[in-house]
């Protein structure tokens, strides 16, 4: 079964910087895309950015410009580069794939992102 595995979140200063990885087991047919979501405390779980298998790839407005989402081709695999974080970047972060757009099937554990100031 297919089952996300996150790794890189950590605790920065804010402006720094943060790569987060995930790696999905399973057949690359059987997962069309990949993103990473967010929750803040007493915040709404929010689509931070997915790409598709083919390279396709879509960002929150509120990310545009400092985060950069990556999927190396033919891989169950997807990073999302973080700079110039906000306190209000300060999150948990949780990978997914599916199979759909945006992708919503299979979840990471999640892996904490702290900004600081």
């Known amino acids: 079964q297919v089952q996300p595995v996150e790794s890189g979140g950590d605790l920065v200063q804010e402006g720094g910087s943060l790569r987060l990885s995930c790696a999905a087991s399973?057949?690359?047919?059987?997962?069309?895309?990949m993103g990473w979501y967010r929750q803040a405390p007493g915040k709404q779980r929010e689509l931070v950015a997915a790409?598709?298998?083919?390279?396709?790839?879509t960002y929150a407005d509120s990310v545009k410009g400092r985060f950069t989402i990556s999927r190396p081709a033919a891989k169950n695999t997807v990073y999302l580069q973080m700079n110039s974080l906000k306190l209000e970047d300060t999150a948990v972060y949780y990978c997914?794939?599916?199979?759909?757009?945006?992708?919503?099937?299979?979840w990471g554990q999640g892996t904490q992102v702290t900004v600081s100031s």
């Open positions: 997914n794939a599916g199979h759909s757009w945006p992708p919503n099937d299979y």
């Open positions: 399973g057949s690359i047919f059987a997962i069309y895309a």
């Open positions: 790409i598709t298998r083919t390279g396709s790839t």
